[in-house]
């Protein structure tokens, strides 16, 4: 009987409203993720901040963000938490608000942890409801889950920059309207969560087996290491285009959100190929071309600095990168069955901010040797995520099914 359920669970169709409703949320929570760095300007320029001391905003948002998802993980695991989703969307962006209108150094700092933890409390639980929501299309919901979040990190610095602009530091504020308006839908959906969830978790806690943790943390180093490429890649390919292509500032930044749609494109693809054939096999394939183009960029930096050169092949990365960005999420859910909040918290959060701790390594290099090295160093990485992944196993529940 328990298998019966299970399978009348894997086979029942999407519900589009309910990954449409995560995604748009999604968007709007990693928003404020990029908006900071947007804003640090402003606070130099307007609240006489150093340099040094308005980046600490920043690695103040994203540790609190990033180290607390598996708590706010394992507290998911336990009992129903579905409320925290509209919450944490309201809280990333009151946070970022605090940030504009703080006078003084530790209120900055309190507004960038809240909306830290509101970005944090978000995604172990809104990746579960993506879950439960795709019915026998987990890969592709959850794809389409991460686009949203994809999204919203290309999106923050759009629009928040305009709002400095017409109000100074106060037009932060301005992020918490469709905050409010995400967060209204999402308490008017809240039944809806219940019914999914009372009638997916049972069974799956059921029958699925017992959480594969060896498989998980050999996950979770793939996961770091593939990290430590694209966090490298948004770094400095803007830097790279301007001192190795010889472009303005537009037109780097213009290379950079192109590689982040292509992010966008291959998220979705992956997705869906993902549903069709072994989820591995997707990861393994997206994780053996991304170093291919990282080293084709640097090699192109080195005999054919040309921007037109430089713009397909970091769409080209963005899109091999993305076709393992949901799918990895999916493959840690099937590892820890009974454990799903976990495993979005340390695949979403925990893992990135491991592969964010060798930014300072990639900048290093950069100073000394330039960009180029960096860009074949993050082949490098690239090779070794690819390595890591050749030894992910199938899934227990999937080797049953």
């Given amino acids: 009987?328990?298998?019966?359920?299970?399978?009348?669970?894997?086979?029942?169709?999407?519900?589009?409203?309910?990954?449409?409703?995560?995604?748009?949320?999604?968007?709007?929570?990693?928003?404020?993720?990029?908006?900071?760095?947007?804003?640090?300007?402003?606070?130099?320029?307007?609240?006489?901040?150093?340099?040094?001391?308005?980046?600490?905003?920043?690695?103040?948002?994203?540790?609190?963000?990033?180290?607390?998802?598996?708590?706010?993980?394992?507290?998911?695991?336990?009992?129903?938490?579905?409320?925290?989703?509209?919450?944490?969307?309201?809280?990333?962006?009151?946070?970022?608000?605090?940030?504009?209108?703080?006078?003084?150094?530790?209120?900055?700092f309190l507004g960038a942890l809240i909306s830290g933890v509101g970005v944090a409390a978000f995604h172990p639980e809104g990746s579960r409801y993506a879950n439960y929501f795709a019915g026998a299309n987990r890969a592709t919901a959850m794809s389409w889950f991460t686009t949203g979040g994809y999204l919203g990190f290309a999106l923050g610095p759009i629009l928040v920059t305009p709002l400095l602009l017409a109000f100074g530091l106060h037009g932060a504020a301005w992020l918490v309207l469709p905050g409010a308006i995400v967060a209204v839908v999402l308490v008017r959906e809240m039944p809806r969560f219940a019914e999914v969830r009372a009638r997916v978790h049972h069974v799956r806690r059921q029958g699925t087996g017992d959480d594969d943790w060896r498989a998980f943390a050999l996950l979770t180093l793939t996961v770091g290491l593939r990290s430590m490429t694209f966090l490298a890649a948004v770094t400095f390919?803007?830097?790279?285009?301007?001192?190795?292509?010889?472009?303005?500032?537009?037109?780097?930044?213009?290379?950079?959100?192109?590689?982040?749609?292509?992010?966008?494109?291959?998220?979705?693809?992956?997705?869906?190929?993902?549903?069709?054939?072994?989820?591995?096999?997707?990861?393994?394939?997206?994780?053996?071309?991304?170093?291919?183009?990282?080293?084709?960029?640097?090699?192109?930096?080195?005999?054919?600095?040309?921007?037109?050169?430089?713009?397909?092949?970091?769409?080209?990365?963005?899109?091999?990168?993305g076709l393992s960005a949901g799918v990895v999420v999916v493959i840690g859910q099937e590892y820890l069955p009974k454990r799903i909040g976990v495993a979005s918290g340390v695949t979403l959060g925990l893992a990135v901010t491991v592969g964010g701790l060798m930014a300072p390594v990639f900048g290093a290099l950069g100073d000394r040797d330039g960009l180029v090295p960096v860009f074949a160093a993050i082949a490098v990485f690239g090779v070794l995520a690819f390595i890591a992944s050749l030894f992910l196993p199938k899934p227990a529940a999937l080797g049953r099914a």
């Avoid at 908006?35 to 901040?49: M, N, T």
């Avoid at 183009?293 to 921007?307: E, T």
């Fill in 1 to 108: 009987m328990a298998a019966a359920n299970v399978a009348g669970v894997a086979q029942a169709p999407a519900d589009r409203r309910g990954i449409l409703t995560l995604t748009v949320a999604h968007l709007v929570n990693d928003a404020n993720q990029s908006a900071l760095p947007a804003i640090i300007p402003w606070l130099v320029s307007h609240r006489g901040l150093s340099l040094a001391v308005a980046a600490t905003l920043v690695l103040a948002m994203n540790l609190s963000s990033s180290i607390v998802q598996p708590l706010f993980g394992h507290f998911s695991d336990r009992k129903p938490f579905a409320w925290v989703i509209p919450c944490a969307v309201l809280l990333a962006c009151l946070g970022t608000a605090m940030i504009g209108y703080a006078a003084s150094l530790p209120l900055m």
């Fill in 237 to 321: 390919l803007p830097i790279f285009a301007i001192t190795v292509t010889h472009v303005d500032t537009v037109l780097a930044s213009v290379v950079l959100a192109l590689m982040l749609l292509g992010g966008v494109a291959g998220t979705v693809w992956g997705g869906a190929l993902a549903d069709r054939i072994d989820r591995r096999r997707v990861v393994n394939a997206s994780l053996a071309l991304t170093p291919i183009f990282a080293a084709a960029i640097a090699v192109a930096g080195s005999h054919a600095p040309s921007y037109a050169v430089l713009v397909p092949l970091a769409i080209a990365f963005g899109v091999a990168l």
